[in-house]
């Protein structure tokens, strides 16, 4: 069940459309002038009521949890040993990406991008020829699946990590711009076209200004400004979870109070408690399968009359009960994919460095605006996009806490003499992704939250589907939760502080 703190931090972030960003009427704590007065400089402070929820977002406390495998390692990879880490907060889909979502997705890059870069929508539709195979009558699935209606609550599946990003990108664009359009700043524009298409970034540099309704006052001037990423009206963008932060949500593991200390129950073996894949409560529900797996050779949903799981392919986004973060087949359904690269070596690296046991991630690509010789932003590009470049080495040589713009062979065990050198030596190399939990085709070995397994970045996969994830911005308890207990106070006089 969820913690009570939890649930207050889903009920205080329930509201998408309100809202709250009200201009501060008080004054500098630390040097008396005015906020948000023209007559005392104009500079400009908010009371933020805190981050709201995304469409289809959970959010998801974030705490200490031990990462890593929960089962017997059966393949004898040793490519996840298990070390406690910690991650922060953040926002997770309630379930998986599903075909209507996508299909919505593709019939807008047709529509804004058809005129002019008809290439985009078709790189982007899914690869229905996942389903054939040479000893499988599998030929409906590739024409209906995708598109047939009776699958439109179905996990999209045939994408591949590249793709996946990308439909990241999109979302981000299209929730931020309704967001503006509903705070009364942007007018509706479903004839926008090619470069001329909104997106978050370039709308924040001046170079995107959209069918303007009434810009913002500006408190400096006494006219008016577009939105500042500072107003907190728009959101951070949607992206795929880390391999952490997937693991850590699927677990779903919360610590229970105790009057004077904290008990963390973990090291499950699936998404839910007990080492069974069936209901085991005492009730008309007994007995009954908690996902969507194979469950043995030739066994992927059971017998005529008295199916197990109901469904020999993906199942609907919200079949099963979700776990206790209120997330949809963290087991089985579809494997997903996270944002990581898939390094074996990885696991181990991490238990000897103690910098490295917050938020874990391998696959950091550190990038700046490109800019002209001028020091101008380069115009953004044939998709509205802003142009990004990786940072140079002589932006990287006085830093002391990173050391290299490309990290995703950073500390992997290699040297100059030993490298992964894909096809020859290895099928690991830098474009090699991570993908989590077990699917429909899948044994109950590898619905563990702990297992892993990885392919290329441009494949796809009729067992594989994705679902995004978002940053959580300040608090990490929720919205409801900004004090902590003054310890020194005295009993009678015990005072609470905002964070």
Same mark, same amino acid.
């Given at each position: ?133 040479? /000893? ?66 370039? =709308? ?44 850590? *949500? ?18 499950? /073996? ?8 069936? =209901? ?113 080495? *002589? ?105």
């Amino acid at each position: 069940m969820m913690t009570r703190r939890f649930v207050l931090f889903a009920l205080v972030a329930l509201s998408f459309a309100a809202v709250s960003c009200k201009r501060s009427t008080s004054r500098s704590a630390t040097t008396g002038w005015k906020y948000n007065d023209q007559k005392w400089g104009g500079f400009e402070k908010l009371d933020y009521a805190g981050q709201i929820t995304g469409p289809n977002l959970v959010p998801v406390e974030g705490g200490t949890f031990v990462m890593g495998l929960t089962e017997e390692d059966v393949n004898y990879e040793w490519d996840n040993v298990a070390r406690r880490v910690t991650v922060s907060s953040f926002y997770m889909d309630e379930t998986e990406v599903a075909n209507v979502d996508y299909r919505e997705y593709v019939f807008w890059l047709k529509r804004v991008y058809g005129e002019t870069s008809a290439d985009i929508a078709k790189k982007a539709l899914p690869d229905t020829l996942v389903w054939r195979e040479e /000893l499988a009558y599998n030929e409906p699935l590739i024409y209906n699946y995708f598109r047939h209606p009776a699958y439109d609550n179905y996990p999209v599946v045939g994408v591949s990590w590249v793709q996946a990003n990308e439909y990241c990108k999109w979302r981000t664009n299209r929730v931020n711009e309704m967001l503006l359009i509903e705070k009364g700043i942007l007018n509706p524009s479903p004839d926008q076209k090619g470069s001329e298409s909104f997106d978050t970034k370039a =709308y924040l540099v001046g170079q995107y200004q959209g069918d303007v309704n009434k810009n913002l006052k500006d408190m400096t001037t006494g006219g008016e400004r577009p939105v500042r990423y500072e107003d907190g009206i728009m959101l951070p963008s949607y992206r795929l979870p880390t391999e952490a932060e997937w693991e850590y *949500a699927a677990l779903a593991l919360q610590g229970k109070k105790l009057p004077n200390d904290e008990v963390i129950t973990d090291r499950r /073996l699936y998404p839910w408690d007990g080492s069974s894949v069936r =209901y085991k409560k005492h009730n008309k529900y007994q007995g009954t399968m908690l996902a969507n797996f194979k469950r043995g050779r030739g066994d992927y949903m059971g017998m005529a009359g008295k199916l197990n799981d109901h469904a020999n392919i993906p199942a609907e986004v919200r079949s099963y009960l979700p776990n206790d973060f209120g997330l949809y087949n963290m087991a089985g359904n579809v494997s997903e994919w996270v944002e990581d690269v898939y390094r074996p070596t990885t696991s181990l690296t991490l238990r000897d460095e103690e910098n490295q046991d917050l938020n874990p991630f391998r696959g950091n690509e550190f990038k700046r605006l490109k800019l002209d010789e001028n020091g101008n932003l380069v115009p953004k590009d044939s998709m509205g996009y802003l142009v990004y470049e990786l940072e140079d080495s *002589a932006s990287t040589a006085n830093r002391d806490n990173y050391h290299v713009a490309d990290a995703k062979n950073y500390d992997d065990d290699d040297d100059d003499f030993v490298y992964y050198e894909f096809g020859v030596h290895s099928l690991v190399n830098d474009e090699s992704r991570v993908y989590k939990g077990g699917s429909w085709a899948d044994r109950a070995y590898w619905l563990s939250p702990g297992t892993r397994r990885y392919k290329q970045q441009d494949q796809a996969d009729r067992t594989i589907g994705f679902r995004c994830a978002m940053d959580r911005v300040g608090n990490q308890a929720g919205n409801n939760d900004n004090t902590i207990v003054d310890f020194g106070a005295t009993k009678k006089s015990k005072v609470k502080r905002r964070y």
